[in-house]
């Protein structure tokens, strides 16, 4: 593994292009693309920090009782102006920065320095801005969930779609980009909205959900189905087609107490992993709309799962430098979990996070039970009998914060725990007999007070970014053929 020096960064703002060749950074107000074979600085740009007219007029207008006048670039606080969001088109083309404090949106031009274009949004305010999978369309999303605004860079013009209920969580593109599905409340009742992207976001459905306090959703792969669940009081999730049909509803036969946390669909389409808030994780068919099975996540590991633990104080003992390999354990082994308390609003407990691999056969599970341990369940082929079962356990010194499997190699996870280290877990290591094996390492990074606060692949799966507090650096695989010959 070869890292790269560290870099300035602000608000984890830093993204690979779609193409893997340039990496985009946001420090405060100043936007920079750097080339990923040099690191040299290909463009930079100050973005403007004065107000959309509206927010300055309202600005104005709240300070006009006092008798005071300030100018543009010095309404609100200076960190006001800095960005907020960026992003990629999926041609690499063009660059969004976003002030969601200013209600700005900036347009940027890779191969044109000197090509802008400005968003300014409205009284509504702005939240948060994003592409649209054309590449041509920014998505803006209002305060309040009053609405989301979809401008085209190409017409200049814009289709305005009311009352969004969550402006993360509840609305998501088919995969092929051309419906866009969004839920609405429309007189205190929860609603869906499919909007055609080839037809200027045109309204192709309408229609009731069947939920009274709706949480999120998320779109199959293929794009027939979607599953919406209610909020975190009521364990109840639903599967509808595009058109509003109810396929099924699911509530597990023993009431968990809580809601639902997380939901996930296999690559394929043909399960549904849906975990709440307590350690069980409901699989769902979708050919019988019925659960077939249920993981449990339990303290007790028999001696079929692999276990691999981070060793003890391999930090000081490497200074921080080079990699080390986890100790396996072998037998029947008791986890610790961390019992929650109920006096505390948002107890930590259950599923926190649940992510297939690019081809389905493992199921990374994390629970806030048991923070500094990854869960990894494998899960047989079409052609083998439907028997999923736990396969592997990562244990670390301290919470995992983020894991993240490799977009393009199927056995090749990525994790962090907020210290100065990365670890790696795959699957591809090839054993003295020839055979694939089971390798789990810690990498120290070689830094001095950086530590590792998320990590992002890049598309190509060839390295992935470690962002710290205000720093980032990157970290890419070394080949054989890539070390140069003496």
């Given at each position: 593994?070869?890292f790269?020096?560290?870099?300035?960064?602000?608000?984890s703002?830093?993204?690979?292009?779609?193409?893997?060749?340039?990496?985009?950074?946001?420090?405060?107000?100043?936007?920079?693309?750097?080339?990923?074979?040099?690191?040299?600085?290909?463009?930079?740009?100050?973005?403007?920090?004065?107000?959309?007219?509206?927010?300055?007029?309202?600005?104005?207008?709240s300070?006009?009782?006092?008798?005071?006048?300030?100018?543009?670039?010095?309404?609100?606080?200076?960190?006001?102006?800095?960005?907020?969001?960026?992003?990629?088109?999926?041609?690499?083309?063009?660059?969004?920065?976003?002030?969601?404090?200013?209600?700005?949106?900036?347009?940027?031009?890779?191969?044109?320095?000197?090509?802008?274009?400005?968003?300014?949004?409205?009284?509504?305010?702005?939240?948060?801005?994003?592409?649209?999978?054309?590449?041509?369309?920014?998505?803006?999303?209002?305060?309040?969930?009053?609405?989301?605004?979809?401008?085209?860079?190409?017409?200049?013009?814009?289709?305005?779609?009311?009352?969004?209920?969550?402006?993360?969580?509840?609305?998501?593109?088919?995969?092929?980009?051309?419906?866009?599905?969004?839920?609405e409340?429309?007189?205190?009742?929860?609603?869906?909205?499919?909007?055609?992207?080839?037809?200027?976001?045109?309204?192709?459905?309408?229609?009731?959900?069947?939920?009274?306090?709706?949480?999120?959703?998320a779109?199959?792969?293929?794009?027939?189905?979607?599953?919406?669940?209610?909020?975190?009081?009521?364990?109840?999730?639903?599967?509808?087609?595009?058109?509003?049909?109810?396929?099924?509803?699911f509530?597990?036969?023993?009431?968990?107490?809580?809601?639902?946390?997380?939901?996930?669909?296999?690559?394929?389409?043909?399960?549904?992993?849906?975990?709440?808030w307590?350690?069980?994780?409901?699989?769902?068919?979708?050919?019988?709309?019925?659960?077939?099975?249920?993981?449990?996540?339990?303290?007790r590991?028999?001696?079929?799962?692999?276990?691999?633990?981070?060793?003890?104080?391999?930090?000081?003992?490497?200074e921080?430098?080079?990699?080390?390999?986890?100790?396996?354990?072998?037998?029947?082994?008791?986890?610790?979990?961390?019992?929650?308390?109920?006096?505390?609003?948002?107890?930590?407990?259950?599923?926190?996070?649940?992510?297939?691999?690019?081809?389905?056969?493992?199921?990374?599970?994390?629970?806030?039970?048991?923070?500094?341990?990854?869960?990894?369940?494998?899960?047989?082929?079409?052609?083998?009998?439907?028997?999923?079962?736990?396969?592997?356990?990562?244990?670390?010194?301290?919470?995992?914060?983020?894991?993240?499997?490799?977009?393009?190699?199927?056995?090749?996870?990525?994790?962090?725990?907020?210290?100065?280290?990365?670890?790696?877990?795959?699957?591809?290591?090839?054993?003295?007999s020839?055979?694939d094996?089971?390798?789990?390492?810690?990498?120290?990074?070689?830094?001095?007070?950086?530590d590792?606060?998320?990590?992002?692949?890049?598309?190509?799966?060839?390295?992935?970014?470690?962002?710290?507090?205000?720093?980032?650096?990157?970290?890419?695989?070394?080949?054989?053929?890539?070390?140069?010959?003496?």
């Amino acid at each position: 593994m070869d890292f790269t020096e560290l870099y300035r960064q602000s608000a984890s703002l830093v993204a690979f292009s779609p193409g893997a060749h340039f990496i985009l950074t946001a420090v405060q107000d100043r936007v920079i693309v750097r080339r990923t074979d040099t690191f040299h600085i290909t463009r930079t740009w100050l973005v403007d920090g004065s107000p959309s007219l509206t927010q300055a007029a309202l600005f104005s207008r709240s300070n006009s009782k006092h008798k005071s006048v300030a100018p543009l670039n010095s309404i609100g606080t200076h960190a006001d102006g800095w960005i907020t969001h960026v992003g990629w088109s999926c041609d690499s083309e063009y660059i969004l920065a976003a002030c969601a404090k200013r209600g700005v949106v900036h347009l940027l031009k890779l191969r044109d320095e000197d090509w802008n274009g400005r968003i300014d949004s409205g009284a509504e305010g702005l939240v948060k801005a994003e592409w649209a999978p054309d590449g041509r369309t920014i998505l803006c999303f209002s305060d309040w969930g009053l609405r989301v605004s979809l401008w085209s860079i190409t017409t200049g013009t814009a289709t305005y779609i009311q009352f969004p209920i969550h402006p993360d969580k509840g609305y998501a593109f088919r995969s092929d980009g051309r419906y866009f599905v969004v839920a609405e409340r429309h007189k205190s009742k929860d609603t869906l909205g499919v909007y055609d992207a080839t037809q200027a976001y045109k309204l192709v459905r309408h229609f009731p959900l069947p939920t009274s306090s709706f949480s999120s959703l998320a779109l199959s792969p293929t794009g027939n189905h979607i599953a919406v669940w209610e909020g975190p009081l009521e364990y109840k999730l639903y599967v509808l087609t595009l058109t509003g049909d109810v396929l099924t509803s699911f509530t597990p036969s023993s009431d968990p107490g809580f809601g639902i946390r997380d939901v996930a669909w296999h690559p394929t389409g043909m399960f549904l992993a849906v975990g709440g808030w307590d350690e069980k994780i409901h699989i769902i068919d979708c050919l019988s709309w019925s659960a077939v099975t249920t993981l449990d996540i339990s303290m007790r590991l028999p001696a079929s799962v692999n276990i691999w633990r981070e060793p003890g104080r391999w930090l000081e003992t490497t200074e921080g430098r080079g990699f080390l390999s986890y100790d396996r354990l072998h037998g029947p082994h008791v986890l610790s979990a961390v019992r929650p308390d109920p006096a505390k609003p948002n107890p930590k407990s259950g599923v926190a996070q649940m992510h297939w691999n690019i081809t389905g056969s493992l199921l990374l599970v994390r629970s806030d039970n048991i923070p500094s341990a990854v869960h990894i369940f494998s899960f047989p082929s079409a052609r083998e009998t439907f028997s999923p079962r736990l396969r592997t356990v990562l244990l670390h010194s301290q919470p995992v914060l983020h894991a993240r499997w490799n977009p393009v190699r199927k056995g090749n996870l990525g994790l962090c725990c907020g210290n100065q280290s990365v670890y790696t877990w795959s699957d591809e290591w090839q054993g003295e007999s020839g055979e694939d094996e089971e390798m789990a390492e810690c990498i120290g990074v070689p830094a001095k007070k950086f530590d590792t606060k998320d990590l992002v692949w890049a598309p190509d799966g060839k390295g992935f970014i470690l962002l710290g507090k205000d720093q980032f650096c990157c970290a890419f695989e070394v080949h054989e053929e890539d070390v140069p010959q003496s």
